[in-house]
């Protein structure tokens, strides 16, 4: 439109006159419709389920199969978006004469590296974060359909407990693992594109290794509220958003070491400029498997969620 220089009004006016026909089109549609119905009559079932919808894991499937895709993908696109300026950020010290001078062209080349590295590893917590949403998104539905009454159905059949808390726990372990590295893989086949010296797909595959531990540590805890303090489910999406604040935001406002570390992902080192602490690894899966353990016999004790 040339803002800033020669007003042209002739794509304000195709704008309009498009919003008004859409206009008149849903108009037109929302007359010829009953109230509260579709304009296309939704089609018959079947009469019986199909081999892929008997039991509570394939039934979680079909009803979040849809957010599960759309954050795959989201997250995917998202680390693309943030490999496309991968070779900008490491032409950062081309652009000084004299720190290209000073360095040489070998050493200027490993500078660029670092600094890459240095923002694969700031990005590498917001995968992350963005990885726990939906995993404790899907781990809370447990109380969520708990209390619309759905899982009542469920339990009306011969139905363990222990097979619906499996069902939910596991996807969202297997979600928040797939989410995280969607993301790591968008960020890798986008730095092949736009990098004369891409970074290999190994350093992505540590950033994976060294975060997934610490990530089944939160999705665990969530696990155990549902199955213990299903009231008190919000707490786990306040940690969470701590865990965001204190890692993503703690540099800007110095904040300490101890508050940091107030979540497992701020025990864990910053991959992929330093290596994975594989003590750190460990612990954080026993104290996973100890946490689900608590919840899976939490849920097996307390009364449904009203």
């Known amino acids: 439109m040339d803002v800033y220089q020669t007003a042209r009004w002739l794509p304000v006016g195709l704008y309009g006159l498009m919003g008004l026909v859409c206009l008149a089109v849903a108009l037109g549609l929302s007359a010829q419709r009953d109230v509260g119905a579709g304009l296309i009559s939704p089609r018959r079932g ?4 199909s081999l892929w919808l008997r039991g509570p894991a394939t039934l979680l499937w079909r009803q979040s199969r849809g957010m599960m895709i759309a954050w795959l993908l989201g997250n995917f696109i998202l680390g693309a978006s943030y ?3 991968f070779n900008t950020i490491g ?4 652009s000084n004469p004299m720190i290209k001078q000073l360095l040489g062209t070998s050493a200027l080349a490993a500078a660029n590296r670092t600094i890459v590295k240095n923002f694969i590893a700031v990005l590498a917590v917001v995968m992350v974060i963005v990885a726990l949403i939906p995993a404790v998104q ?4 447990l ?5 619309k009454g759905v899982l009542h159905q469920v339990y009306a059949t011969a139905t363990s407990r222990w097979h619906v808390w499996v069902s939910y726990t596991g996807w ?21 594109i736009t990098m004369t010296d891409p970074i290999r797909w190994s350093t992505y595959w540590q950033i994976f290794c060294a975060y997934v531990p610490a990530m ?6 969530a696990s155990a509220l549902a199955g213990w303090l299903p009231k008190w489910h919000v ?6 958003g701590y865990a965001f604040f204190s890692l993503y935001l703690g540099n800007l406002i110095d904040l300490l070491r101890w508050a940091r570390r107030l979540t497992p992902i701020g025990f864990v080192n910053k991959v992929p400029i330093k290596a994975i602490d594989w003590t750190t690894s460990g612990w954080c899966l026993a104290i996973a498997v100890l946490i689900l353990i608590i919840a899976a016999f939490g849920y097996r004790r307390r009364d449904l969620a009203q």
């Not at 079947?46 to 389920?49: K, P, Y």
């Open 216 to 221: 089944l540590v939160m999705i665990a805890a």
């Open 143 to 147: 109380v969520g359909d708990e209390q």
């Open 83 to 85: 490999a496309s300026i």
């Open 172 to 192: 969202a372990l297997v979600l928040g693992s797939g989410v995280l590295l969607a993301g790591l893989a968008g960020m890798y086949l986008m730095g092949t």
């Open 235 to 240: 707490v786990a999406w306040a940690w969470v």
């Open 138 to 141: 899907l781990m809370l539905k």
């Open 46 to 49: 079947r009469r019986q389920a």
């Open 91 to 94: 032409d950062l010290a081309k």
